[in-house]
């Protein structure tokens, strides 16, 4: 099925038939040897540079087409595949190839009347993904599926749909069938119509999962949606990392994380509130704005006419903001890192040890660091594989960078002994 074969009343039809074919793939997948999942893997990788001039005039059309409909810097930057990016991502799937698997099987211990307890991994069977203007995230999260052996129904928005497709077509699927695994395992919903998210969450004996990435307004909504038809959802809906420069901090290792934190605006992890102790406020405020200024990126100062925690970078006026606000110490900026923001990740910079271990107690967030940028909060950068998001749900769960050993089920058998 074509990107032009669906009206915007076939869009739950057509949701529902890639979640029907998923479904009767998904045994290709469970069953698959680790030789076979690692070999679509490293498959992709090949397929993905051996498709590298598809794909990138793919992304320069969906480029060209946002750009025209004013789509914001930051957006335009998530949905731009450059060429260094394409091999970023081709030598990512070959480490994620080389990823050791998780063990299926766990013995725990006897039981009475000589039995034994096993803990079995099993794979959900179907995961739907729903992401925005971020081609990449076809690859991550296709990859992350068939490492985990679960079929999947992913679901883009219309400006990253026609590098979604390519990709699909190009290197996913020719690459499941280069290791005799069923290609249909991974579907595309080919609708750019907004309701194909809403329907993905509505199929519980389908899709009983589903990865959502984007907006947080719309992700919310999603995911009560979710919930109201049973759905499970993994939820990376907020972002915008914290840093605290703390009165014993280095000031020039201060300046020098926020320009880390500042390589890419349009990233969920970047820096977008910058707190200061009240004590070297006046001091490290010009230094700071004289980063800033070489970053082409704009002070938002007291008094603040915003919600101290917005997230800039989804922002399409001002999204090259971040805000600075002056607090009274460690404490003061766990609390407002803890109330006022997402929860996404904070960083202290201090050279006191006390001081920064009384700031990683307070703070409850996803990722908490020391002296080094939130940017790290990232599955490949901390774990050496592709993501399909972060949750920061604060409940038990997988939370943090969800990668492939979370996308799973626990089973406990109990066998003779």
């Known amino acids: ?138 690859v991550d999260v296709a990859s992350q599926l068939i490492k985990s052996r679960n079929a ?18 190009s290197v996913i699927a020719p690459a499941l069938s280069d290791v005799d695994l069923d290609p249909a395992a991974v579907q595309l919903v080919p609708s750019a119509d907004r309701a194909a998210a809403g329907a993905l969450v509505q199929l519980p004996d389908l899709v009983p999962l589903v990865i959502l990435r984007g907006s947080g307004d719309s992700t919310r909504s999603l995911g009560q949606l979710a919930a109201q038809h049973g759905v499970r959802t993994l939820a990376h809906a907020d972002g915008g990392g914290v840093l605290y420069l703390d009165v014993a901090a280095d000031l020039d290792l201060g300046i020098d994380l926020i320009r880390r934190s500042l390589d890419r605006l349009g990233v969920c992890n970047r820096l977008n509130l910058l707190l200061v102790h009240e004590d070297i406020y006046a001091t490290a405020l010009p230094v700071i704005q004289g980063a800033l200024s070489t970053l082409d990126v704009t002070p938002s100062l007291p008094p603040h006419d915003h919600a101290v925690g917005y997230e800039w970078a989804l922002d399409a006026d001002r999204e090259a903001t971040v805000t600075i606000l002056p607090v009274a110490d460690a404490a003061d900026a766990a609390r407002v890192s803890n109330e006022e923001t997402s929860g996404l990740a904070a960083c202290i910079v201090t050279e006191s040890s006390e001081t920064a271990d009384e700031f990683m107690a307070a703070y409850a967030g996803t990722g908490v660091f020391w002296n080094a940028p939130t940017r790290l909060l990232d599955g490949f950068k901390l774990l050496g594989v592709p993501e399909t998001g972060i949750n920061i749900d604060k409940v038990p769960g997988p939370r943090g960078p969800v990668t492939y050993p979370d996308l799973c089920l626990r089973q406990y058998a109990v066998l003779p002994a």
């Open 1 to 138: 099925m074509s990107v032009l074969d669906v009206s915007p009343t076939t869009v739950a039809s057509a949701v529902a038939a890639c979640a029907t074919a998923a479904r009767a793939a998904a045994p290709s997948l469970a069953k698959a040897s680790d030789e076979a999942i690692d070999g679509a893997l490293a498959a992709m990788a090949t397929r993905l540079s051996g498709a590298r001039a598809l794909v990138l005039e793919a992304n320069a059309a969906d480029i060209e087409a946002a750009q025209a409909a004013g789509m914001s810097a930051g957006l335009l930057d998530r949905l731009r595949i450059t060429d260094e990016r394409l091999t970023a991502m081709a030598e990512a799937l070959h480490l994620l190839a080389a990823a050791p698997h998780p063990t299926r099987s766990v013995e725990l211990g006897e039981l009475p009347g000589g039995l034994r307890l096993v803990e079995r991994r099993r794979p959900v069977g179907v995961i739907g993904a729903n992401y925005e203007a971020r081609p990449n995230v076809t």
């Open 152 to 169: 999947g129904v992913l679901r883009t928005g219309s400006a990253a749909l026609g590098s979604a497709t390519t990709l699909l077509r």
